[in-house]
């Protein structure tokens, strides 16, 4: 038996993972990410996938993220049919982002195309909701740590990855004539010790490895998120401002309720109100009480009651466009958390479009942000941003909290790396940019004495041959 990986996507890159396996004549796919950010990586979306998506005889997630999940319409549209399989939290996750996603699309092109600043003659979206409804009817979904077969000689494992709802670590077992061999993708690893999700489960043994390097050069403290949001908000507050947070509606949403909450519980900022402009939250919000098994938000019992904090009274949820419209004109102190949190799309462009004018307001960013996204640009300090092809202004406040990230810091990375009893035969560093992928390599050289591979784009392995 005869094993190669193909590297798709998030090599390199932070976006569009896809890690194409071959085992003799089988092929998995093991995540299907659309790509982010810079447009020489979104044009990449538009390219022909160097494999006919009906050759490829199963797909799986490791979570529902679009840079992990967001291709999955276009596969399945050019021919895909077989199973997708990922875990309870991830399919509901998918249904309602992959619907959003395909509902962006149309809209952006349909926006484009009447604003006419597309260079295109008719603008198309990538995918439509139409599009993302087929993908669901192919998700089969199994549980956390309980083994299954994928393909005759293939076994799977999801393991919990903390990071976002549902997220999992893969683990492939596959069992040749003589040996047996373990592959594991470490998918997006969450941090450890956070307030709402759980730690990502240690692992001990892998064959290969595909490690995530995301924030591989940093370390992002997590002791003071309260502290820094406080001073940020209590701060626009004097100025009689309003704080715009651009926010994944998946997952930073919930943190930030969850830390809003405890401040204006705490006394530490002024019980103003917190405007959350995202149907999509509102979704993702009850996911949390269905699976609620899967992270650590407690119903809390208050005045013989039983309130989540999800319905705590100064938490408003933004249903209608009649509501989220209203708060452009709005001038009393308050926060307003949109999506999406690169600021690359969604409703929170509207609040960006009447917010970066004014000096008094604030645009918070609480999340990492890609090269070439409008969210980048902001923080980096550019003075005109474009948005519904207008340039506006940037003259409110800028600033960044950090330490609400979903995702592992270097430190985090190495802690769980370090779990492995003896180094994997290869360990490819993945989802990470370039200069991270290396400097992340190097400190594994250092504190581990790993062997390391950083693989580009497109790139083929033989892992291994006559299992
Ligand atoms: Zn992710």
């Known amino acids: 038996m005869d094993v190669k990986i193909r590297f798709l996507g998030a090599a390199k890159s932070v976006t569009g993972s896809k890690y194409l396996l071959q085992i003799d004549d089988k ?29 490829i005889d199963v797909v799986v997630i490791t979570h529902a993220h679009i840079d992990h999940t967001g291709y999955l319409p276009r596969l399945v549209k050019d021919g895909y049919s077989g199973k997708i399989i990922c875990t309870a939290a991830t399919e509901d996750l998918m249904q309602i982002m992959l619907l959003d996603a395909g509902k962006l699309q149309e ?18 979206p990538l995918f439509t909701m139409d599009d993302a409804r087929l993908v669901m009817q192919l998700v089969e979904s199994h549980s956390f740590n309980s083994e299954f ?81 406080a001073a940020i908000i209590n701060e626009t507050y004097a100025n009689e401002g309003i704080v715009v947070i651009p926010a994944f509606a998946v997952g930073r949403t919930q943190s930030l309720i969850y830390y809003l909450h405890r401040l204006i519980e ?10 959350v402009d995202s149907p999509m939250a509102i979704s993702v919000t009850n996911l949390y009480e269905k ?30 466009n009649e509501s989220s419209k209203a708060l452009n004109t709005m001038k009393k102190p308050a926060v307003i958390v949109s999506a999406s949190g690169m600021a690359t799309g969604g409703r929170v462009l509207h609040h960006l479009y009447h917010r970066l004018r004014n000096e008094n307001d604030t645009v918070l960013f609480a999340g990492y942000q890609a090269e070439g ?13 474009k948005i519904f092809g207008e340039d506006v202004p940037v003259r409110c406040k800028v600033r960044e909290v950090h330490g609400l990230s979903a995702h592992a810091d270097q430190s985090e990375l190495l802690r769980w790396l370090s779990n492995f009893k003896k180094a994997p035969k290869t360990t490819f560093i993945v989802h990470g940019e370039e200069a991270t992928a290396i400097a992340f390599s190097k400190i594994i050289q250092q504190k581990l004495n790993w062997s390391t591979t950083i693989p580009e784009y497109l790139q083929s392995v033989e892992l291994f041959s006559g299992i």
């Open 373 to 385: 996204s409008r969210g980048r640009d902001i923080l980096e300090g550019e003075k005109n941003i």
């Open 266 to 275: 705490s006394k530490k900022i002024p019980s103003l109100p917190i405007y």
């Open 107 to 124: 809209e952006e092109a349909l926006f484009a195309a009447r604003k006419g600043y597309s260079k295109h003659e008719n603008p198309k």
């Open 149 to 229: 077969n994928l393909l005759p000689n293939v076994s799977a494992k999801f393991h919990i990855a903390g990071h976002i709802l549902g997220a999992a670590i893969v683990e492939l077992k596959i069992t040749g004539k003589e040996q047996q061999k373990k592959i594991v993708f470490s998918g997006d690893l969450g941090r450890y010790d956070d307030p709402i999700m759980f730690d990502p489960t240690a692992l001990n043994e892998a064959d290969v490895l595909l490690t995530e390097s995301t924030y591989g050069d940093r370390l992002n403290p997590m002791t003071n998120v309260e502290g820094q949001l």
């Open 291 to 320: 699976h609620g098994g899967q992270h650590k938000i407690k119903v809390a019992e208050t005045r013989h009651e039983l309130i989540s904090i999800f319905d705590a009274p100064n938490i408003h949820f933004c249903n209608t």
């Open 27 to 55: 092929k998995i796919l093991v995540d299907c990410g659309m790509f982010q950010g810079q447009k020489e990586l979104r044009l990449r979306n538009w390219d022909k996938l160097p494999i006919d998506p009906q050759q």
